[in-house]
């Protein structure tokens, strides 16, 4: 039997419709300079969304990855040295760590936001620990009052992984400007895609921010000449373009994933009876921007199952926590060890919550979820 309805977990032509010619225009602007590799276009890109975030600099890069691994390298980490993460999160912020020859250790999150458990990142310090990598996981801040006062107290560095959060606030603040460094994807399915792969680091300090420009063209401050060892993080002139353009329509889009949130909230409410389903809480002074809308639910691989029988996109954020990945055996963090992250990869889901969703296949959407519980 059809669907009656499909609903995507994103439907990025839906959003690209309205804005196709600005896009083009762009991309045309790009083209007929040939300048491809940063240039005017991304000087331009980087100085609207320092604007944007009220961030002191920001520096465009390949990548979330690379931004993550730049700032990591402008801070020297490397063999011996210790970085505390989150074990649930996107794979690259615990890779990075190990690429760079240093040691991720992986603590548990908050059941409720999700991000990293504070008083478990007290209790990871070592005299070899050299920063905390906060991650902004689905686009809500992490307790970042008590990442500062932790990471201060040790002398530790804090790099916000914000790859899901730009636009989302902490007491008023735009995350990745509260620590030293704020890494950020534009990955086409985050909040702000580009058309492939880029991304960006916010810095603090104007030594480290000179630091990140030189790494980003293989540590040499002229060219040909090295002052460190680098690496090829230049964001593309074509993607900066692209970027600019849907940078424009970043607060309009953010309403409207908020408001899908609220929507949603109102919908499951009227649901009777309850259903064995938490929706995500907004905590208190952190302004949420929705990259996922992520419920927690009784036999989630089931209603995962009968929500993509009945034309509903889901997916699990993230299934296997990394102390549980063959690639982080060797840390020696067994199962059971961090139980809040293994139950969140057990009960997570995601729901379509992109701006152009409608009203109608959210219904739709919380519909079907009510008709699996109903069904028994
Ligand atoms: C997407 C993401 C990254 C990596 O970004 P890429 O642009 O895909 O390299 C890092 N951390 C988190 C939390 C992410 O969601």
Same mark, same amino acid.
């Given at each position: 039997?059809?669907?009656?309805?499909?609903?995507?977990?994103?439907?990025?032509?839906?959003?690209?419709?309205?804005?196709?010619?600005?896009?083009?225009?762009?991309?045309?602007?790009?083209?007929?300079?040939?300048?491809?590799?940063?240039?005017?276009?991304?000087?331009?890109? !980087?100085?609207?969304? *320092?604007?944007?975030? =009220? /961030? $002191?600099? #920001? +520096? &465009?890069? %390949?990548?979330?990855?690379? @931004?993550?691994?730049?700032?990591?390298?402008?801070?020297?980490?490397?063999?011996?040295?210790?970085?505390?993460?989150?074990?649930?999160?996107?794979?690259?912020?615990?890779?990075?760590?190990?690429?760079?020859?240093?040691?991720?250790?992986?603590?548990?999150?908050?059941?409720?936001?999700?991000?990293?458990?504070?008083?478990?990142?007290?209790?990871?310090?070592?005299?070899?620990?050299?920063?905390?990598?906060?991650?902004?996981?689905?686009?809500?801040?992490?307790?970042?009052?008590?990442?500062?006062?932790?990471?201060? !107290?040790?002398?530790? *560095?804090?790099?916000? =992984? /914000? $790859?899901? #959060? +730009? &636009?989302? %606030?902490?007491?008023?603040? @735009?995350?990745?400007?509260?620590?030293?460094?704020?890494?950020?994807?534009?990955?086409?399915?985050?909040?702000?895609?580009?058309?492939?792969?880029?991304?960006?680091?916010?810095?603090?300090?104007?030594?480290?921010?000179?630091?990140?420009?030189?790494?980003?063209?293989?540590?040499?401050?002229?060219?040909?000449?090295?002052?460190?060892?680098?690496?090829?993080?230049?964001?593309?002139?074509?993607?900066?373009?692209?970027?600019?353009?849907?940078?424009?329509?970043?607060?309009?889009?953010?309403?409207?994933?908020?408001?899908?949130?609220?929507?949603?909230?109102?919908?499951? /409410? $009227?649901?009777?009876?309850?259903?064995?389903?938490?929706?995500?809480?907004?905590?208190?002074?952190?302004?949420?921007?929705?990259?996922?809308?992520?419920?927690?639910?009784?036999?989630?691989?089931?209603?995962?199952?009968?929500?993509?029988?009945?034309?509903?996109?889901?997916?699990?954020?993230?299934?296997?926590?990394?102390?549980?990945?063959?690639?982080?055996?060797?840390?020696?963090?067994?199962?059971?060890?961090?139980?809040?992250?293994?139950?969140?990869?057990?009960?997570?889901?995601?729901?379509?919550?992109?701006?152009?969703?409608?009203?109608?296949?959210?219904?739709?959407?919380?519909?079907?979820?009510?008709?699996?519980?109903?069904?028994?």
């Amino acid at each position: 039997m059809q669907p009656v309805m499909q609903v995507p977990l994103l439907d990025l032509a839906a959003q690209y419709a309205p804005i196709r010619d600005a896009v083009v225009d762009a991309l045309t602007r790009v083209v007929d300079t040939q300048q491809f590799i940063l240039g005017p276009e991304v000087s331009a890109f !980087e100085a609207e969304v *320092a604007a944007y975030l =009220d /961030a $002191a600099h #920001a +520096i &465009g890069v %390949t990548s979330g990855t690379d @931004a993550l691994l730049v700032a990591m390298m402008a801070l020297g980490i490397g063999p011996g040295d210790e970085v505390i993460v989150p074990t649930y999160s996107f794979f690259a912020t615990a890779g990075c760590v190990t690429r760079l020859g240093a040691t991720p250790v992986l603590v548990d999150i908050e059941p409720v936001g999700f991000t990293i458990d504070v008083d478990a990142v007290r209790q990871a310090i070592t005299p070899r620990t050299r920063a905390i990598i906060p991650v902004h996981l689905y686009g809500q801040a992490a307790d970042m009052t008590a990442v500062m006062a932790v990471a201060g !107290e040790h002398g530790l *560095a804090v790099i916000e =992984d /914000a $790859a899901q #959060a +730009i &636009g989302a %606030t902490y007491h008023g603040r @735009a995350l990745g400007t509260i620590g030293q460094f704020g890494c950020f994807s534009f990955y086409p399915s985050k909040n702000l895609g580009a058309a492939g792969d880029a991304g960006l680091v916010t810095v603090a300090a104007d030594g480290h921010a000179a630091i990140v420009r030189m790494l980003r063209v293989h540590g040499a401050q002229r060219t040909y000449h090295h002052e460190r060892v680098g690496g090829n993080f230049r964001l593309a002139a074509l993607q900066a373009a692209v970027l600019r353009v849907k940078l424009q329509h970043l607060r309009v889009w953010t309403e409207a994933r908020r408001t899908n949130a609220a929507r949603y909230r109102t919908l499951f /409410a $009227a649901i009777r009876p309850t259903i064995p389903v938490d929706l995500p809480v907004e905590l208190p002074g952190r302004r949420h921007i929705y990259n996922q809308f992520v419920v927690r639910a009784a036999r989630r691989d089931a209603l995962r199952a009968h929500l993509r029988d009945h034309g509903v996109g889901s997916e699990i954020y993230y299934p296997v926590p990394f102390h549980l990945q063959p690639c982080f055996a060797s840390l020696g963090v067994p199962p059971g060890a961090l139980p809040v992250a293994e139950r969140a990869s057990q009960d997570t889901l995601s729901l379509p919550i992109y701006s152009e969703l409608t009203e109608a296949q959210q219904r739709y959407v919380v519909e079907t979820i009510a008709a699996f519980y109903a069904r028994g």
